[in-house]
């Protein structure tokens, strides 16, 4: 009896401390429609976050007698995690990299992952995000590019910025992931000179640092044994065509050769021939067969996906000429927006590669069948090059991959649960739920009903401060007064 009345006292305390909960220092977003990755869409939601954490989420009527310290009224409203890009440079375009913050807010992209760039200058960028982390994304950095020789960004011409740093030698390459992790990268990018056995020593140094490995797969290299060397991630599915195609063994030898007797060339030049001798003969030799067992072989390996949609179609969809993205070249610094405005009036006034339009369509299909096997997918665009305008072009992402075939909560997935599960983050960050941090994007309309409505944004909330549609038009209007 004694234990039943303690268990019970017990009981009664629980719930009077739960009820008697202070929220007065709190913010809510009250009778909203929550929508994440693990509990799909939930109705009449009272979202409770105080010290940039989620302190309570339930249903709008349990709590409507609460008082807080600001209230938002979300009814008609959907409330989503704080979006990733997970593929960036903010070290492509310099100039525009002090305007990067405020774009990917605006547009809430809440976290990105920089995939490849000067190591001052990207550790400079996530310093700055650490030490202003209300007003700027969450920003993991890979550090420069880990290429073989000769390396591919090497600085040689504005179109090449010196985005990598090439090894000679394996002992190179080992060197260059000790500097880069001494320094704090948050994961390893290798690039597609490097050698099986520099490749296989970047992996082995990487994972003893517990640091991933995201690649571009080497040109020295077939798909399947890159994977089973234990690369954790792949980049725009690049060379995969050439391990789907039936004389994938062919192709790989005259790779080899073709590496081994171009060493004169510069990087970029020499990438270019072999892209150019083998990927389309690679996709008219494709097959499904060649093509289910490379795959199997990365879900077997958890090897994920990075797509990048937006860039590797953007030669034939076009996204520069739309009216959004017009309008979004005026948020940049003067140099940037006249390259970009003249730029892609150049590129639009071209005819479409059919050549180019085959590989878009190629890449699409290849993405429905990856989300097929439930091999992982993260969303990432490669902004700012090919006038990609940070933050806006997360959103063309998002459209690109439900057009290939994902369900719009899937690409949601790839774009906040995914990422953050990749930076072992989703005990915190990428779903609504108690407990995790308070980054989020306030819609208007349903992201469900149509992906495009992840545009229709009235508040951006990150690390729990609060920015309304009017404080983001204010950003905005900043950048444009540049
Ligand atoms: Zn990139």
């Avoid at 349903?446 to 944004?457: M, V």
Wanted: glycine share 6%.
């Amino acid at each position: 009896m004694k234990v039943i009345l303690l268990y019970v006292s017990l009981l009664l305390l629980l719930f009077s401390c739960r009820n008697s909960q202070d929220f007065s220092n709190a913010t809510a977003i009250t009778n909203v429609s929550t929508i994440d990755a693990k509990d799909g869409i939930q109705k009449r939601r009272t979202v409770i976050f105080e010290g940039g954490r989620i302190v309570k989420v339930g249903d709008v009527s349990d709590l409507e007698s609460l008082k807080f310290k600001q209230k938002f009224d979300g009814t008609g409203k959907f409330l989503i995690p704080g979006l990733w890009d997970a593929h960036v440079h903010f070290a492509y375009i310099e100039e525009l990299a002090p305007s990067m913050f405020d774009l990917f807010l605006a547009y809430g992209v809440t976290s990105v992952r920089d995939t490849g760039g000067k190591l001052d200058f990207v550790r400079y960028w996530k310093n700055q995000a650490n030490l202003d982390s209300l007003n700027a994304p969450r920003v993991m950095i890979a550090g420069p590019l880990l290429d073989g020789h000769p390396n591919v960004y090497d600085g040689s011409m504005p179109t090449r910025p010196p985005l990598s740093l090439g090894a000679k030698s394996v002992e190179d390459a080992v060197n260059l992931v000790h500097t880069f992790d001494s320094v704090g990268v948050d994961l390893i990018k290798s690039y597609e000179m490097l050698t099986p056995e520099q490749f296989e020593a970047v992996l082995k140094a990487s994972t003893g640092k517990g640091l991933k490995v995201t690649g571009h797969v080497p040109l020295s290299m077939d798909v399947r044994a890159a994977s089973n060397a234990g690369l954790a991630s792949m980049e725009h599915l690049r060379n995969l065509e050439m391990s789907c195609a039936t004389n994938w063994k062919e192709l790989l030898q005259k790779r080899r050769e073709m590496l081994f007797n171009g060493r004169g060339e510069t990087g970029y030049v020499l990438r270019s021939n072999i892209h150019t001798a083998q990927r389309i003969e690679a996709i008219e030799n494709y097959d499904d067969k060649v093509a289910d067992s490379v795959l199997n072989n990365l879900k077997s390996n958890d090897t994920w996906q990075i797509p990048t949609l937006s860039i590797m179609t953007a030669s034939t969809n076009r996204h520069f000429l739309k009216d959004e993205y017009l309008k979004s070249f005026e948020l940049l610094p003067p140099e940037v927006k006249a390259k970009w405005k003249s730029g892609s009036t150049m590129f639009g006034g071209r005819p479409i590669n059919p050549e180019r339009k085959k590989y878009s369509d190629w890449l699409q299909m290849m993405v429905k069948k990856v989300n097929d096997k439930e091999i992982s997918i993260m969303a990432g665009t490669d902004c700012p090059i090919f006038f990609l305008t940070p933050g806006l072009s997360l959103h063309e992402e998002l459209k690109l991959l439900v057009d290939s075939g994902l369900t719009p909560l899937e690409a949601l997935e790839s774009a906040t649960i995914t990422p953050a599960k990749y930076f072992d983050l989703d005990h915190k960050l990428g779903l609504i739920r108690e407990g995790y941090l308070a980054d989020f994007v306030l819609l208007s309309t349903n992201p469900l009903e149509n992906i495009s409505n992840t545009k229709d944004i009235n508040m951006v909330v990150k690390n729990g401060s609060v920015k309304s549609r009017e404080d983001l038009d204010i950003i905005l209007n900043s950048l444009r007064d540049q």
